[in-house]
């Protein structure tokens, strides 16, 4: 199975505190790979780490076979981070133009897949409207639309579905299924349990480090456990 991503003993440290600690991880290309864990678990910094905007203090990081970071890779995958990167004072149309000339899509293209992830995410009919305007979980959603406008083979999306209703989040991960059968690697970081079940693999963190990572069912049948959440407790030490 052809990597997408692969962590080599990577840690990386802010001051003298260590936020990730010796992660070893693979992920491969068409899987939807969760980092699961609750805040400051480390894994905005793991994935800022994986897309090359932090380079790791210890150990080694490969996207599509090159060291990150790497400014080929970085043009070529999309990334939704925590916080949105929009300019306010723009239109939506506006902001995914921007996205479109970084990513230099040619002008017929640029047209449709505006109006393909504006879909996608809900928002067709704010096309025109300016941003600073918008709901938060409305500026999520412009954010996965910038993400997926130039149909990147690696999407990492960082807390993609905060803020955004139940029945918005359903068409995301029906959208993200659709992306994994045309070959797509997403990674998503979630604190929420029910989505982290919707991941072909799971890496649980907690304090930094990787306590659990497999496929949710396994996860679970290695501990005898009902839920995802009640796997994150055993190995997270609360019911020992």
Same mark, same amino acid.
């Given at each position: ?37 609750? $805040? ?29 970071? $790497? ?78 406008? @130039? ?19 359903? $068409? ?18 979630? @604190?929420?349990? +029910?989505?982290?079940?919707?991941? +072909? ?5 907690? =304090? ?5 990572? +497999?496929?949710? @069912? ?11 959440? =009640? ?6 030490? =609360?019911?020992?």
């Amino acid at each position: 199975m052809e990597k997408s991503v692969d962590l080599q003993n990577v840690s990386h440290r802010f001051s003298k505190r260590w936020i990730v600690k010796d992660i070893n991880m693979t992920i491969h290309q068409g899987e939807i790979f969760g980092l699961l864990g609750p $805040s400051g678990a480390g894994k905005t910094t793991l994935v800022k780490l994986m897309t090359g905007l932090l380079q790791p203090s210890k150990g080694n990081i490969f996207v599509h076979g090159e060291e990150m970071p $790497s400014l080929k890779q970085m043009k070529s995958y999309g990334f939704m981070a925590q916080s949105d990167a929009l300019y306010l004072e723009l239109t939506a149309n506006e902001n995914l133009n921007f996205f479109a000339s970084i990513y230099r899509l040619q002008k017929n293209t640029k047209k449709i897949r505006i109006q393909e992830v504006m879909e996608l995410v809900g928002l067709s009919e704010y096309l025109d409207q300016r941003v600073e305007t918008f709901s938060g979980g409305m500026k999520r959603r412009l954010s996965l639309a910038a993400a997926l406008l @130039h149909q990147p083979e690696l999407i990492v999306l960082d807390e993609p579905t905060v803020g955004i209703d139940p029945v918005l989040r359903q $068409s995301i991960w029906e959208e993200l299924y659709r992306l994994k059968q045309q070959g797509v690697t997403i990674v998503v970081t979630t @604190h929420v349990m +029910d989505e982290a079940e919707k991941c +072909d693999r799971l890496a649980m963190l907690l =304090d930094g480090r990787i306590i659990a990572q +497999d496929p949710p @069912h396994l996860l679970k049948q290695k501990v005898g456990a009902k839920t995802i959440e =009640d796997v994150f407790l055993y190995y997270g030490g =609360d019911t020992k």
